[in-house]
């Protein structure tokens, strides 16, 4: 099956700084999706973004599927922001998605 | 609102017991989907449907079972042949367009620990 790679798996930060977090894949994919993960548990979909850029906030996220990669770029971070980011893409067979083992942010006040 | 709706919220369970956690969407998605995340690790998909009375296994999918009679409801029963049950589970849904997956959008959870 493909093969989803998240970087860094870990990221400690000060509120007010940028960052990136990075997705990789094995093949090609039909779409892929970011998520985050608050500290309680509950899973929250960000971007819907088989490829392309797109903006919401603070947030941006841009896939270049000729190159099977995505990026999630969280500018002027806060605090709220903390938790875990997972990219999930769906194979070209379609039907499911499968999921990296997510970057972990901490945003420090 | 819509949304999908877990139950229960956190349940223990003796060894040996079968236990159903229960998840219910309001958002007339075709697909369902169970994962299981265990602490600190990513999502492992367990089973998912896109109609009602069909389903098919993911990638654990030995030691649990579902069903789907309803268009809203995609019950998740975790058996006593599950070795490692403990963990943290999670319903998804989303809408079909042909066979491409839309935007997946996820329950609260279910927090199942095994004494």
């Known amino acids: 099956g493909i093969q989803v790679e998240q970087s860094p798996p870990d990221l400690i930060l000060q509120e007010g700084a940028n960052s990136t977090l990075r997705c990789n894949f094995s093949?090609?994919?039909?779409?892929l999706q970011w998520f985050h993960q608050n500290p309680w548990g509950q899973l929250i979909n960000l971007f819907y973004?088989?490829?392309g850029t797109k903006q919401n906030g603070r947030l941006s996220a841009t896939t270049v599927a000729t190159e099977r990669y995505s990026l999630l770029y969280i500018s002027s971070s806060q605090t709220t922001d903390s938790g875990v980011y997972f990219c999930?893409?769906?194979?070209?067979?379609?039907?499911?998605?499968?999921f990296g083992e997510g970057t972990q942010l901490t945003v420090n006040p | 609102d819509g949304g999908i709706t877990q139950s229960p919220k956190y349940l223990f369970r003796k060894e040996g017991q079968n236990v159903t956690l229960s998840c219910e969407q309001n958002?007339?998605?075709?697909?369902m989907y169970w994962y299981r995340q265990d602490p600190g690790q990513g999502l492992r998909l367990i089973y998912y449907?896109?109609?009602?009375?069909?389903?098919q296994k993911g990638d654990i999918a030995e030691g649990y079972s579902v069903s789907r009679e309803k268009k809203e409801s995609f019950p998740l029963t975790v058996t006593s042949a599950q070795k490692n049950p403990t963990a943290f589970y999670l319903c998804?849904?989303?809408?079909?367009?042909?066979?491409?997956?839309?935007?997946?959008?996820f329950g609260e959870g279910s927090r199942l620990t095994v004494l």
């Open positions: 958002l007339n998605h075709d697909a």
């Open positions: 999930a893409v769906e194979e070209t067979s379609g039907s499911r998605l499968t």
């Open positions: 998804a849904s989303s809408y079909l367009a042909g066979v491409l997956t839309g935007e997946l959008f």
């Open positions: 973004i088989p490829s």
């Open positions: 449907s896109q109609i009602v009375n069909d389903f």
């Open positions: 093949d090609s994919v039909n779409n």
